[in-house]
């Protein structure tokens, strides 16, 4: 699939998640279903644009002066897809699977960039309700800590100390371009896609079969050391999993 049919597909899916309130998982896998030509490369890079635009809607929004699935979906594409304005003008040219061609009014704010005027939250990319409690947390690094946030995130891994050296795994998953943590003792880092590129399926791997590894922040990770436990015993951990009890 060529970049403007990677868009519109992004709009379809984007617009069962806003306008249909659908989760974006069973939207996408939906999307997936019914259009069974689009290979696996093609259902990568699509994601990558339905969760970046998801991650950056505010700013996007803002930029492109329009909330539509259209406007959202044209408006991340350059970063998600690491092309130029231009590109992404050349890809949005109304021809077969491509969307219409762009209004003077949506070139013009793929080129714009957003200034202090914009309020901080849209910048940041927060919830408008959440930028005071944010913001007192933060103070003048709220938008730079809502970007960072909005940023595709790389994947660490808990070594299983029992089974496996943090070497040993380290070997595995070179092709991964994994790398230690620079504070956990057990963490392996992976960086996060670019682009429309891929994050490997790191379960499919041996030696996740084996054991060798979870996947865990390294945060996460240093709170369970910093706890001191040792052999017999007995830790409570009360967290929030994948993350589903934090949102």
């Not at 070497?167 to 057990?186: G, N, Q, Y």
């Amino acid at each position: 699939m060529k970049a403007g049919a990677r868009i519109q597909a992004a709009i379809e899916i984007l617009g069962d998640i806003l306008d249909r309130h659908r989760p974006a998982p069973m939207a996408l896998a939906d999307w997936g279903r019914s259009h069974r030509f689009a290979g696996s490369g093609d259902r990568a890079a699509i994601g990558n644009l339905v969760y970046d635009t998801l991650r950056r809607k505010a700013s996007v929004a803002a930029r492109m002066e329009a909330d539509t699935p259209r406007a959202l979906a044209i408006g991340a594409a350059a970063e998600a897809f690491g092309l130029t304005p231009a590109e992404v003008m050349a890809a949005v040219d109304g021809s077969a699977h491509a969307p219409e061609s762009l209004s003077s009014q949506e070139a013009a704010a793929l080129e714009r960039v957003l200034g202090d005027e914009t309020p901080a939250w849209m910048r940041a990319d927060v919830p408008d309700w959440l930028a005071p409690s944010l913001t007192r947390a933060f103070g003048e690094d709220l938008v730079a800590e809502g970007q960072a946030l909005a940023r595709r995130a790389p994947i660490d891994l808990r070594v299983n100390a029992l089974k496996a050296t943090r070497d040993r795994v380290l070997k595995a998953l070179e092709r991964f371009e994994a790398a230690p943590t620079p504070f956990s003792p057990l963490g392996i880092r992976m960086p996060a896609p670019t682009g429309a590129g891929r994050s490997p399926n790191i379960e499919a791997e041996a030696g996740h079969g084996k054991g060798w590894y979870e996947v865990q922040d390294e945060g996460s990770q240093i709170a369970a050391l910093l706890t001191g436990a040792g052999p017999r015993m007995q830790v409570a951990d009360v967290c929030a999993g994948a993350g589903g009890k934090t949102l």
